[in-house]
C-alpha cells in the first residue's frame, strides 16, 4: 500500500512541477525549486520502485520523511496554493499513519496542516476561512485514515501467521496420523501374523511333547517349524525397521517388478505353506506387467492378507487367485469358498472387534489411488476380494 501512496505522489509532482517552476523567481529561485522537484520526484520513485529495499530506512528513520516534507513545502509554495501540488500534502500524513502508527500520523498532519496554512495565509491571505481549512482537515482525516489502515495490515498479518501455524500443526498432525496408520498396517500384515504362527507352533509342540509317548520325527518337525517362522519374524523385523530408517533416496523406489509374476510366486509360496489348495490364474508365459517396487509390495500385502483371512477365518478349502489387465488398470480377484463374512459386516464394526486385516486392506488400496470390493463370491459362496488399481502407463497388456 506504501508503494501505491508513492505512486499517486509520482503522478502528482510531475504534473505540478511545470506549474511550480513557471512560478519561481529567475536564478535562485529555479534552482531551488529544480532541486526540490528531483529530490522529491526521485526519492517517491526510489520507494515506488524498491520499496522492500528503501522502505525499512524511512521506518527507521522519520526524519527523512520531515526532510521530505520540507522539499514539498517548497514546491508547494512555489506553484501556490491552489494547483494540485497541494492535494499532494494528505499523502503525507497518510504514508505515516500506515508506516509509523498513530504518533507519527498525528506529528505529521500536525506538520503539514501548519505548512498549509502558512501558505494560504502568506500567498492566499483573500481565501475563506473554510477553503484554507479544508486540505488541513484532509491531512487530518487521511492520518487517521493511514494508522487505522496500518491496524488492519498488523490483524490480517497476525491472523494471517496465526493460520499458517495451525495450517502446519495440522499437516504435522496428519504426518504422523499418517505414519502410525502405516506402520500399524506393516505390523499387522507381517510381524504380528508371523508372531501368531509361532505361537501355535509352539502350542503345537508343547502339546506333542506332552504326550506319553512322544513322536521324536514330530518333534523335530514341529521345533523346525518354530525355528523357521522365528527366523521369519526376526527378518519381517529388520525389513520394518530398515524401512522406517531409510533416508529419501538411499532406496531406488522407481525400479519396475513384474507385479503378475510376483503374484504367481507369492500364491505358490502361501500353498505350500496354508492347510488349502491356492491357484494362480491370470499370466501367459512372457507377458508382465511391470509396476514399481513400492506399489507392488502393497499389492501383493492385501492378496496375502485376502489369502490370509481365508484360510484363518473363512474355514476355506481352496482360493483362487486372478488378475487380468483392463482399461489401464490391474484387477486382482480372490476369491475362496468359505463361509463368508456375516450380512451387514462393514469395516469399521470389524475395526472395532479388533480385526483391522481388512482396514488395512481398504487403506493400502486408497494410497495405490484404487478400489477394493469385498463380497460374496460369484456362485454366491464364500467370499470375494476385488482389488482394482490404476496401472499409469504401466503394462498395459493384457495378463
Same mark, same amino acid.
Given at each position: ?202 502350542? #503345537?509342540? =508343547? /502339546?506333542? @511333547?506332552?504326550?506319553? +509317548?512322544?513322536?521324536? *520325527?514330530?518333534?523335530?518337525?514341529? &521345533?523346525? %517349524?518354530? $525355528? ?26 522407481? #525400479?519396475? =517388478? /513384474?507385479? @503378475?509374476?510376483?503374484? +504367481?510366486?507369492?500364491? *505358490?509360496?502361501?500353498?505350500?505353506? &496354508?492347510? %488349502?489348495? $491356492? ?26 492378507? #485376502?489369502?490370509?483371512?481365508? @484360510? ?6 481352496? *482360493? ?8 489401464? $488398470? ?70
Amino acid at each position: 500500500m506504501c508503494r501505491q501512496v508513492f505512486g499517486f505522489r509520482l503522478a502528482m509532482i510531475a504534473v505540478a512541477s511545470p506549474a511550480a517552476l513557471l512560478n519561481a523567481s529567475p536564478g535562485l529561485g529555479v534552482r531551488l525549486v529544480g532541486a526540490a522537484v528531483v529530490v522529491t520526484f526521485m526519492g517517491s520513485y526510489a520507494l515506488f520502485r524498491d520499496w522492500e529495499r528503501f522502505g525499512p530506512l524511512l521506518l527507521r528513520h522519520p526524519s527523512l520523511l520531515v526532510v521530505d516534507t520540507l522539499f514539498g513545502a517548497l514546491l508547494l509554495v512555489s506553484a501556490g496554493p491552489d494547483t494540485t501540488l497541494a492535494y499532494v500534502s494528505v499523502c503525507t500524513p497518510l504514508l505515516a499513519g500506515i508506516v509509523y502508527g498513530w504518533r507519527g500520523a498525528a506529528f505529521f498532519a500536525s506538520l503539514q496542516g501548519l505548512i498549509l496554512l502558512l501558505v494560504h495565509a502568506t500567498l492566499g491571505p483573500g481565501e475563506a476561512v473554510a477553503e484554507s481549512l479544508l486540505l488541513p482537515g484532509l491531512c487530518v482525516i487521511t492520518g487517521a485514515v493511514g494508522s487505522t489502515l496500518r491496524n488492519l495490515l498488523l490483524g490480517f498479518g497476525e491472523a494471517t501467521e496465526a493460520l499458517s501455524a495451525t495450517r502446519a500443526r495440522l499437516a504435522v498432525t496428519e504426518a504422523v496420523g499418517a505414519e502410525r496408520a502405516e506402520l500399524a498396517r506393516e505390523l499387522h500384515d507381517t510381524l504380528a501374523k508371523t508372531l501368531h504362527g509361532v505361537a501355535l507352533a509352539a502350542e #503345537a509342540l =508343547v /502339546d506333542t @511333547a506332552s504326550a506319553a +509317548a512322544p513322536d521324536s *520325527a514330530a518333534l523335530r518337525a514341529q &521345533a523346525g %517349524l518354530v $525355528a523357521r517362522s522365528a527366523r521369519r519374524a526376526a527378518a519381517e523385523s529388520r525389513e520394518l525397521l530398515t524401512d522406517l530408517r531409510r533416508v529419501s533416496g538411499e532406496q531406488d523406489d522407481t #525400479a519396475e =517388478v /513384474d507385479v @503378475a509374476g510376483e503374484l +504367481a510366486a507369492r500364491v *505358490a509360496e502361501f500353498a505350500r505353506r &496354508a492347510p %488349502l489348495k $491356492a491357484t494362480y490364474e491370470g499370466r501367459p508365459p512372457g507377458t508382465p506387467v511391470p509396476m514399481s517396487r513400492p506399489r507392488c509390495r502393497h499389492v501383493l500385502t492385501v492378496v496375502a492378507e #485376502a489369502l490370509d483371512n481365508a @484360510a484363518r477365518h473363512a474355514e476355506a478349502s481352496h *482360493a483362487r487367485v486372478r488378475s487380468e489387465v483392463s482399461g489401464g $488398470a490391474l484387477r486382482i480377484t480372490v476369491q475362496d469358498d468359505g463361509r463368508g463374512l456375516r450380512r451387514g459386516t462393514t469395516v469399521d464394526e470389524l475395526r472395532h472387534s479388533g480385526h483391522f486385516g481388512l482396514l488395512g486392506m481398504t487403506e493400502r488400496a486408497a494410497f495405490l489411488g484404487g478400489t477394493l470390493a469385498v463380497g460374496p463370491g460369484e456362485d454366491g459362496r464364500g467370499t470375494q476380494v476385488t482389488l482394482e488399481v490404476p496401472l499409469d502407463g504401466e503394462g498395459r497388456r493384457r495378463c
